[in-house]
């Protein structure tokens, strides 16, 4: 079993949708998340952190929910420049301040006009 | 707002060849790393550096990978005798207080 899983769409939208994409992970030792963007072919850039009791950042809003090991992206209002795939990350350390970056596939979005 | 700067963005190489990627971390970062993403796969861990030591690697990070900061402002990847599968995008990461910063990758193309 894949630790993180996401379904990989992709998932094709108007301009002005809500999208949710939703995510889980296996190893309950996991002790951060994250939503990061890729771009086609560029590095992975963090778009949030996720806490149990959620965030929104703007249009964005993430949940983690620890008992069911789930995590989920929240878009309002899509814009092109959305277009990207979407990536959910959980991390573990190991001594100090040691975090190994655990990734989905990601889950790719399409916004369309 | 500082960043992590790597080098070559592209290299190609023959395989059996030797190949030394590098990463200019964020210069209070502590906690290093290599990641690497096969095309269409997902970004795999490979190695994290801290204290000019490895903290931990993953098993892909087999005999052939090694990782150093030679001059106290490099990091380097060295993948000593490549194969046709190392090809991949290779990102240098560096730790912040929560937060792993990317570098922009080194896309390796073994022929």
């Known amino acids: 079993r894949k630790e993180v899983e996401q379904d990989p769409g992709p998932f094709n939208v108007p301009e002005g949708a809500t999208v949710a994409f939703n995510c889980t992970y296996s190893?309950?030792?996991?002790?951060?998340f994250f939503w990061y963007r890729q771009d086609c072919r560029k590095e992975p850039k963090l778009l949030m952190s996720v806490y149990s009791s959620g965030n929104e950042d703007g249009r964005f809003t993430a949940q983690l929910n620890r008992a069911s090991q789930y995590i989920s992206l929240l878009i309002r209002d899509s814009k092109l420049s959305d277009s990207a795939t979407y990536l959910c990350v959980v991390s573990r350390g190991s001594a100090g301040n040691n975090r190994k970056l655990i990734w989905g596939l990601g889950t790719s979005l399409a916004v369309n006009p | 707002e500082p960043e992590v700067t790597q080098t070559p963005s592209h290299q190609v190489t023959q395989m059996g060849q030797e190949v030394i990627l590098r990463c200019v971390p964020i210069s209070n970062h502590l906690y290093f790393y290599w990641y690497r993403q096969i095309l269409g796969q997902k970004v795999e861990f490979l190695v994290s550096f801290y204290n000019n030591e490895i903290s931990e690697k993953s098993e892909i990070f087999d005999d052939q990978f090694s990782v150093e900061r030679p001059d106290g402002s490099n990091f380097t990847l060295k993948i000593r005798s490549t194969k046709l599968e190392d090809s991949a995008m290779y990102f240098c990461?560096?730790?912040?207080?929560?937060?792993?910063?990317f570098g922009p990758g080194t896309r390796l193309t073994v022929l």
């Open positions: 190893n309950s030792a996991s002790q951060s």
């Open positions: 990461a560096t730790q912040g207080i929560d937060t792993q910063y």
